[in-house]
């Protein structure tokens, strides 16, 4: 089973499922590592807002339909 497909030399396909995930993981990750870079400084106040995972796959699908539009 081959999740990624490699389109050409520098483009890769993937599932919107897997892709979804990977930023879900580096946002928060993002969101963990501000947090606690800033602890006790005067931007310890400013956060990165929690985002719903299919936030991302609407930004996705417009993505790819602006892509598509092209």
Same mark, same amino acid.
């Given at each position: 089973?081959?999740?990624? *497909?490699?389109? &050409?030399?520098? *483009? $890769? ?6 892709? $979804? +995930?990977?930023?879900? $993981? ?14 006790? +400084?005067?931007?310890? &106040? ?7 995972? *299919? ?16």
């Amino acid at each position: 089973m081959n999740l990624l *497909q490699k389109t &050409n030399e520098t *483009q $890769v396909e993937m599932p919107d499922d897997l892709l $979804v +995930t990977l930023m879900s $993981v580096s946002y928060s990750s993002a969101r963990g590592i501000l947090a606690e870079l800033t602890a006790g +400084t005067d931007y310890s &106040n400013i956060l990165l807002p929690l985002v719903n995972p *299919q936030d991302f796959k609407t930004i996705l699908k417009t993505a790819e339909k602006q892509t598509e539009a092209k």
